[in-house]
């Protein structure tokens, strides 16, 4: 572990509840909320006063879905985590993630741009760049996480139409669902014939 450790005030559930979702957005508790800021504000110090690389204080949301634990957005400077697998996994995910992520805006301020132009330099998300910055975080450089995404999976509606010459079926998405069934005619690219409509299925984000 680094010497540049952030003492939090707030303790951590030692039961976690499964994420709840209400109007299809998991609510993260404040106080969570509160200790994922304060970790990232950590990394970006670290990144200033033992590295020497100047960091903007990144901005946060809680809105990310699907499989991922955290995306990093460069020229936004902005950090999405996902808050079924925070509040799932709150002292993992503290300890991993706000590193991994803001490492990879650090990784964009110090080899990736110059003073007043964008990107400039092609270097790879989890390259030798991306690990140093980890390993000097005290972070093993690790690409992915290793959460339980069950909960955190998004179900995407799918809809199956069929033609005359395969024995499988066409899926179409939701937005093409709708407009095959209101204006739109989808023809099959071998047999040239319409397809029809058979049943929804479910598919997976």
Not at 66 to 86: D, K, M, T
Not at 125 to 150: C, D, E, V, Y
Not at 174 to 189: D, P, T, V
């Amino acid at each position: 572990m680094n010497d540049f450790n952030l003492h939090l005030n707030v303790s951590l559930p030692r039961v976690v509840p499964k994420a709840k979702r209400t109007t299809g957005l998991t609510q993260v508790p404040h106080e969570l909320q509160l200790q994922i800021r304060a970790r990232v504000a950590h990394y970006v110090q670290f990144a200033r006063l033992k590295l020497g690389i100047h960091l903007p204080m990144p901005t946060c949301s809680f809105d990310l879905r699907g499989r991922s634990a955290g995306r990093a957005f460069y020229e936004q400077n902005h950090i999405q985590f996902n808050p079924v697998l925070l509040i799932e996994n709150p002292q993992t995910f503290l300890h991993e993630v706000p590193g991994h992520e803001v490492a990879h805006l650090v990784v964009y301020a110090r080899w990736m741009v110059a003073p007043g132009q964008r990107r400039v330099r092609n270097v790879s998300a989890h390259g030798r760049q991306w690990q140093s910055i980890m390993l000097a975080f005290g972070l093993p450089p690790k690409r992915t996480h290793s959460f339980n995404t069950l909960n955190a999976t998004v179900t995407k509606k799918m809809y199956a139409y069929r033609c005359d010459c395969r024995p499988g079926l066409h899926k179409l998405s939701e937005r093409r669902h709708k407009l095959a069934q209101s204006k739109n005619c989808y023809l099959c690219r071998v047999c040239r014939k319409k397809l029809r409509f058979e049943a929804q299925i479910k598919g997976e984000e």
